[in-house]
């Protein structure tokens, strides 16, 4: 009697059967809720990874809500009709929030792990049966920093006029969700005024990524190969988790100046503590940082990986 492969897979079993395996513990629910405004915005739910995930999957940052609430409140400048990018996404609470606040199109990056994606997408389904219109214009491709660029790019490959222009009228009718303190809005002197390149992303997000000191320059040539030179803005929020490395966190920025990027401080907000367990001021712990950077797509100063490295190790 022949056996199939099903056959011997359920044989085997029956030999040498598993041992009971622990489930998989539950993901994790949180909500985002837009600040108040005149247009009624249904807050954001988003699962996180259920166990501990070394790429911090399981983990909702302050800064990623911080991130958000300055979406809000720049939308014209920052949000509406601009291709934004995620990197590091987690969760994608501050895309998502791109793109309910009218972004044309909003692509959401991580590390290239199954679990991680599958999360993701699934947190882009769940808002979309609530956010009418985000289908289709926030998508989910991964990403390792440093590495191939074309598989984020593709996204947002130019379509026939019309059909651009059809998709960027009917987003979340950005229109009708006004920035509600303008006040609040930078008033940065850096602010671009020249027309968007539909190829490239206007607006880049990064919400605590800098503490993975090693990975600087890759983030930063990923920035440099997405953003758009003439009116992109890279927005870079994060806490010194670990204020003894305070130092180290701090060296993305200068790195980034060298390499001809403009850095402005426009964030600085007391959220409490994200790690308890952890020491150090607790005056820096608990706070979040948020600045723009911008460049005009020239390398000032290349940097070779052994001497990155070498940098990070000061």
Same mark, same amino acid.
């Given at each position: 009697?022949?056996?199939?492969?099903?056959?011997?897979?359920?044989?085997? @079993?029956?030999?040498?059967?598993?041992?009971?395996?622990?489930?998989?513990?539950?993901?994790?629910?949180?909500?985002?809720?837009?600040?108040?405004?005149?247009?009624?915005?249904?807050?954001?739910?988003?699962?996180?990874?259920?166990?501990?995930?070394?790429?911090?999957?399981?983990? &909702?940052?302050?800064?990623?809500?911080?991130?958000?609430?300055?979406?809000?409140?720049?939308?014209?400048? &920052?949000?509406?009709?601009?291709?934004?990018?995620?990197?590091?996404?987690?969760?994608?609470?501050?895309?998502?929030?791109?793109?309910?606040?009218?972004?044309?199109?909003?692509?959401?990056?991580?590390?290239?792990?199954?679990?991680?994606?599958?999360?993701?997408?699934?947190?882009?389904?769940?808002?979309?049966?609530?956010?009418?219109?985000?289908?289709? =214009?926030?998508?989910?491709? @991964?990403?390792?920093? %440093? =590495?191939?660029?074309?598989?984020?790019?593709?996204?947002?490959?130019?379509?026939?006029?019309?059909?651009?222009?059809?998709?960027?009228?009917?987003?979340?009718?950005?229109?009708?969700?006004?920035?509600?303190?303008?006040?609040?809005?930078?008033?940065?002197?850096?602010?671009?005024?020249?027309?968007?390149?539909?190829?490239?992303?206007?607006?880049?997000?990064?919400?605590?990524?800098?503490?993975?000191?090693?990975?600087?320059?890759?983030?930063?040539?990923?920035?440099?190969? &997405?953003?758009?030179?003439?009116?992109?803005?890279?927005?870079?929020?994060?806490?010194?988790?670990?204020?003894?490395? =305070?130092?180290?966190?701090?060296?993305?920025?200068?790195?980034?100046?060298?390499?001809?990027?403009?850095?402005?401080?426009?964030?600085?907000?007391?959220? %409490?503590?994200?790690?308890?367990?952890?020491?150090?001021?607790?005056?820096?712990?608990?706070?979040?940082?948020?600045?723009?950077?911008?460049?005009?797509?020239?390398?000032?100063?290349?940097?070779?990986?052994?001497?990155?490295?070498?940098?990070?190790?000061?």
């Amino acid at each position: 009697m022949s056996v199939t492969s099903d056959d011997e897979d359920n044989l085997m @079993g029956d030999m040498f059967p598993e041992p009971p395996r622990p489930a998989t513990p539950p993901p994790t629910i949180k909500t985002y809720t837009f600040p108040s405004s005149t247009a009624q915005l249904a807050p954001l739910t988003v699962s996180l990874i259920g166990s501990h995930h070394s790429l911090w999957g399981h983990i &909702l940052f302050e800064s990623s809500l911080v991130m958000s609430n300055h979406l809000f409140h720049n939308q014209s400048r &920052l949000v509406s009709g601009k291709n934004v990018v995620e990197f590091g996404a987690g969760a994608g609470v501050p895309g998502l929030a791109a793109g309910v606040l009218g972004a044309r199109k909003v692509v959401l990056t991580d590390y290239p792990s199954v679990e991680l994606l599958k999360n993701l997408e699934e947190n882009v389904r769940e808002n979309s049966a609530v956010h009418k219109g985000l289908d289709g =214009r926030v998508v989910v491709e @991964g990403h390792v920093w %440093g =590495r191939d660029c074309a598989p984020v790019l593709k996204h947002l490959q130019v379509e026939e006029k019309s059909e651009s222009d059809t998709a960027t009228s009917t987003t979340t009718s950005s229109s009708t969700i006004p920035d509600p303190d303008l006040s609040r809005a930078s008033s940065s002197s850096l602010a671009p005024n020249t027309l968007p390149d539909p190829s490239k992303f206007q607006t880049l997000l990064l919400s605590d990524l800098i503490f993975n000191h090693s990975q600087h320059l890759a983030l930063l040539r990923s920035l440099e190969r &997405l953003i758009d030179p003439a009116c992109g803005t890279a927005l870079v929020f994060h806490s010194h988790h670990l204020p003894q490395h =305070r130092a180290r966190d701090l060296k993305f920025f200068e790195l980034a100046e060298k390499r001809g990027w403009t850095v402005e401080k426009v964030v600085e907000e007391v959220r %409490g503590v994200q790690f308890v367990d952890d020491g150090g001021d607790v005056g820096l712990r608990e706070r979040v940082w948020g600045r723009e950077m911008r460049w005009d797509g020239v390398v000032r100063e290349e940097e070779s990986d052994s001497e990155s490295e070498a940098a990070d190790k000061k």
